[in-house]
């Protein structure tokens, strides 16, 4: 019978910890190349027969998915020291084991990069989905018109240059600017993006009251509309690796990120809002890892959004240690239910499936806990009891529920066009289906704001 991928790595695991023991196993690294295939390299001097011995086993194991040089080295070996020295390891889990995993990609590498500290103020928030059609772009735009009609000055940034939409709904033919995101990830990889080239990204929205502002960074501007037989030849080239003079290699989650802190630097905006490519794209490992902000994961309560979203969570549980305090952008993460029903019974039902998700991060590990709970409230807004505020939270303990959110279902919201029907913007008919929602964005745009020196 052929080995395939998803047998590949827990059966060279088996086979290190039964000729070598588990310790040898858990201080080695496991290469997986490009291709697939694996090497192991042992993080101490091992004889050469024995080395021999065990390659011919794994080779015979592992079939194709067998590294056809040396597919197992010793720490005494040429170039070992920098596999078991490369600070990008992975720790994961197989069956009960721990260990180290190199993961080399053509593709997806910014999905091995661990999720980025919270971001200092404007807040960040990120509006994402596996699918279109769930409500995520119309929830921003309803979330920007709550917002700017507060008096915050918001931008909205389209990530989704292969489906976008957010321009369509925020600005209008005289008011997109010159610019999208494709041209800014396009001309940044062969020079840096002047204050010119900046100013003409942006486009300011209509849609905005007598108070702030929304502006908007469309992911197609007026150049690629009006020669849209470019825009797959950019597209193709947006997505490039950078290599910079000195040899440093900027990946798309380092442009995307590049590009917010240089919008939230410049003290023009009180928020601003991201909405991601749907998907497990690349991009959507800019957007949910590496913005430092809090994100929004929408979803229809169908077998698809959970198949998908299992995947994703399952690779969060890679980032967390096993034992010791929650990672503060655990916390960052909510679970939408678009177009929710109306009755409460079906919306718990949809909640429960999302707890499973985050059971996903901390699975049970023999302890008496066999869940995690939805992530409370940020912590910073955590009512603690008096006598245990001062004690550290840790993964075994159990958090307070934070209930999925769920926008309600509202045909007039299903074909949304807001320029030529404003009056949904209007606070009395978007409330009564988003009112929870944009409670959590104000909670959360309020708790940050506040905090920052």
Not at 228 to 255: H, S
């Amino acid at each position: 019978m052929a080995i395939r991928f998803d047998d590949s790595l827990p059966t060279l695991v088996r086979i290190i910890s039964e000729r070598m023991g588990s310790e040898i196993l858990s201080s080695g690294v496991i290469l997986r190349d490009t291709t697939g295939r694996l090497a192991f390299f042992i993080d101490k001097p091992i004889d050469e027969a024995t080395i021999e011995k065990l390659s011919a086993s794994l080779r015979i194991a592992l079939g194709g998915y067998a590294r056809t040089d040396r597919i197992v080295a010793s720490k005494d070996d040429f170039g070992v020291a920098d596999i078991l020295g490369d600070s990008s390891a992975q720790i994961v889990r197989v069956g009960d084991h721990t260990l180290r995993l190199l993961d080399r990609r053509l593709v997806g590498i910014d999905w091995l990069r661990a999720p980025s500290p919270a971001a200092p103020p404007p807040p960040r928030f990120v509006f994402s989905s596996l699918k279109g059609g769930v409500g995520r772009s119309t929830a921003l735009a309803v979330a920007a018109a709550h917002l700017a009609a507060r008096g915050q000055r918001v931008l909205a940034v389209d990530l989704d240059m292969e489906a976008p939409g957010l321009g369509a709904l925020l600005l209008d033919e005289i008011t997109v600017p010159e610019f999208g995101l494709i041209d800014a990830l396009v001309e940044n990889g062969l020079s840096p993006l002047d204050d010119t080239f900046l100013a003409d990204l942006v486009g300011p929205s209509e849609l905005t009251g007598r108070y702030g502002r929304i502006d908007v960074i469309p992911a197609f501007g007026r150049r690629s509309l009006n020669n849209p037989g470019d825009i797959l030849a950019k597209i193709a080239r947006a997505y490039t690796e950078r290599i910079l003079e000195d040899g440093t290699t900027l990946t798309l989650l380092d442009q995307v990120r590049g590009l917010i802190d240089i919008f939230s630097e410049s003290k023009r905006y009180d928020v601003v809002l991201i909405d991601s490519r749907a998907g497990l794209h690349e991009t959507t490992a800019a957007a949910v890892l590496g913005l430092g902000a809090e994100v929004f994961l929408f979803g229809l309560d169908e077998a698809q959004t959970f198949q998908g979203y299992s995947a994703l969570f399952a690779h969060f549980a890679r980032f967390l240690p096993a034992e010791g305090t929650i990672p503060e952008w655990v916390d960052r993460i909510t679970m939408v239910q678009g177009r929710a029903p109306q009755d409460p019974d079906h919306r718990t039902v949809f909640g429960e499936k999302c707890q499973a998700l985050f059971n996903l991060i901390r699975p049970s590990q023999g302890s008496s806990q066999t869940s995690v709970p939805l992530p409370a409230e940020p912590f910073r807004d955590v009512p603690w009891d008096e006598d245990v505020k001062d004690e550290e939270l840790t993964l075994d303990d159990t958090l307070n529920a934070r209930e999925t959110i769920a926008i309600l279902e509202d045909d007039r919201f299903r074909l949304f066009q807001p320029s030529t029907r404003r009056e949904l913007l209007s606070e009395p008919v978007y409330q009564s289906s988003f009112g929870v929602f944009l409670n959590r964005v104000s909670e959360a745009f309020e708790a940050i704001t506040e905090s920052s020196p």
